[in-house]
């Protein structure tokens, strides 16, 4: 028996707005990131709403030129480390596997990688 008063549909609708909006930051990202020839992985898409990251232009840039540093060294797996963020990227197909947001300084244990670049 429903005992609230007045309409009742549309009573889970922040609940709705919260995942459209997540989808859509998620989708911009990526159009941003296709700008510069990365892709974002699946786990990389669950990351960026889970840890709330935000790419600017100035954060793709900075992950493009890492990624390029990364392969100039024949790196195919690599971390690119930014003052706020550190990125888990597979160089070859430029495609961001993972997020890693501070502290580091608990659990920053990163496994099959081949190589790292630290910016800024």
Do not use: C, W
Not at 32 to 48: D, E, M
Not at 89 to 111: C, E, L, M, Y
């Amino acid at each position: 028996m429903d005992l609230r008063i007045g309409p009742t549909s549309g009573v889970n609708q922040v609940n709705n707005v919260g995942k459209a909006s997540a989808k859509s930051s998620v989708e911009f990202t990526e159009a941003l990131l296709s700008g510069y020839g990365i892709k974002l992985s699946n786990h990389a898409k669950s990351r960026l709403v889970t840890r709330e990251v935000v790419l600017d232009e100035e954060k793709i840039q900075k992950i493009s030129r890492g990624i390029e540093e990364l392969g100039k060294k024949g790196i195919r797996e690599g971390v690119i480390i930014l003052k706020d963020l550190a990125v888990v990227v597979g160089v070859p197909n430029r495609t961001i596997v993972t997020f890693k947001t501070p502290p580091f300084t608990k659990g920053g244990v990163f496994s099959q990688i081949d190589g790292a670049v630290i910016l800024e």
